[in-house]
T-cell receptor
Framework: AQSVTQLGSHVSVSEGALVLLRCNYSSSVPPYLFWYVQYPNQGLQLLLK??????LVKGINGFEAEFKKSETSFHLTKPSAHMSDAAEYFC???????????????FGKGTLLTVNP | NAGVTQTPKFQVLKTGQSMTLQCAQDMNHNSMYWYRQDPGMGLRLIYY???????DKGEVPNGYNVSRLNKREFSLRLESAAPSQTSVYFCASSEARGSPLHFGNGTRLTVT
């Protein structure tokens, strides 16, 4: 079974500061890993995806995430926060092997990012 | 480019009433999903359809049924609504295993 743990349900940073949102996963097979962002009253949008091509993945809006197999982590970072980054962020994992169950995406509980002026 | 369209956007039901949430995608995706989102719980998978003609239970299927009507449409039915089903429901689709999910904008359901 796969699972995702996001450390910190709420992270607050100042505008211009580093953003670090933590995600650890468990999966019995090499996983597909994703970060999604949700703005108020909207659906989720894909930020970036890891598929084993490279351990450092660049996404939209200046975000990037690094896959560390030894730590089973996929933390999301952005060097300089902007007010428009305020949203809820979700880490998600799906299995990499064949089988119907590996179509499922398992989400973490989310981290709400607040950006202070 | 519509993507994933969910109807209705809002719904209020009384306990015991039934309703169907509709979802359609125009991206020719094979797989479709229904999630519910509750505060502090993230998104939990209710049912999914890996391909047209197949449906499978997710993490929280009790109280729900689904129909994959065709490749485009995947509906979620509540036969007898309960207050515990008050939630925001999201439909999503993906091209294949491991592909990113594309989400609709959600249906906010309140059961009184």
């Amino acid at each position: 079974a796969q699972s995702v743990t996001q450390l910190g349900s709420h992270v607050s940073v100042s505008e211009g500061a580093l953003v670090l949102l933590r995600c650890n996963y468990s999966s019995s097979v090499p996983p597909y890993l994703f970060w999604y962002v949700q703005y108020p009253n909207q659906g989720l949008q894909l930020l970036l995806k890891y598929t084993s091509a490279a351990t450092l993945v660049k996404g939209i809006n200046g975000f990037e995430a690094e896959f560390k197999k030894s730590e089973t982590s996929f933390h999301l970072t952005k060097p300089s926060a902007h007010m428009s980054d305020a949203a809820e962020y979700f880490c998600a994992v799906s299995g990499g092997s064949s089988g119907g169950s590996n179509y499922k995406l398992t989400f973490g509980k989310g981290t709400l990012l607040t950006v202070n002026p | 480019n519509a993507g994933v369209t969910q109807t209705p956007k809002f719904q209020v039901l009384k306990t015991g009433q039934s309703m169907t949430l509709q979802c359609a995608q125009d991206m020719n995706h094979n797989s479709m999903y229904w999630y519910r989102q509750d505060p502090g719980m993230g998104l939990r998978l209710i049912y999914y359809s890996a391909s047209e003609g197949t449906t499978d239970k997710g993490e929280v299927p009790n109280g729900y049924n689904v129909s994959r009507l065709n490749k485009r449409e995947f509906s979620l039915r509540l036969e007898s609504a309960a207050p515990s089903q008050t939630s925001v429901y999201f439909c999503a689709s993906s091209e294949a295993r491991g592909s990113p999910l594309h989400f609709g904008n959600g249906t906010r359901l309140t059961v009184t």
